[in-house]
Nanobody
Framework: QVQLVESGGGLVHPGGSLKLSCTAYGFAISRYRMSWYRQAPGKDRELVAEISNGGVSTDYVDQVKGRFTISRDNTKNTLYLQMNSLKPEDTALYYC??????????WGQGTQVTVSS
């Protein structure tokens, strides 16, 4: 069965860190660009970070530049998001997505990140 499974979310104080993981089952992520999105209550889902197939190229939304790092381990079929210096406005449900030209798009079910004192 094809699926993406996120993990690593939780409750953290402002200034803290979390590392999210997204593991793929049923397909090889090496053939896909991978992305992290997030959706806060009452807001649209937004792209947070993206990484190329081989991991050489990355891109981030301005609000997380310098704080978040996207990476991937194709041998483990897993995508990561290291989040440092977390702020209350980072609170959201975080999703991973796999996509590529001519390939189907897959979404995970999401993992909740809450930043609160």
């Amino acid at each position: 069965q094809v699926q993406l499974v996120e993990s690593g979310g939780g409750l953290v104080h402002p200034g803290g860190s979390l590392k999210l993981s997204c593991t793929a089952y049923g397909f090889a992520i090496s053939r896909y660009r991978m992305s992290w999105y997030r959706q806060a209550p009452g807001k649209d889902r937004e792209l947070v970070a993206e990484i190329s197939n081989g991991g050489v190229s990355t891109d981030y939304v301005d609000q997380v530049k310098g704080r978040f790092t996207i990476s991937r381990d194709n041998t483990k079929n897993t995508l990561y998001l290291q989040m440092n210096s977390l702020k209350p406005e980072d609170t959201a449900l975080y999703y991973c997505k796999s996509h590529g030209a001519g390939r189907p798009t897959y979404w995970g079910q999401g993992t909740q990140v809450t930043v609160s004192s």
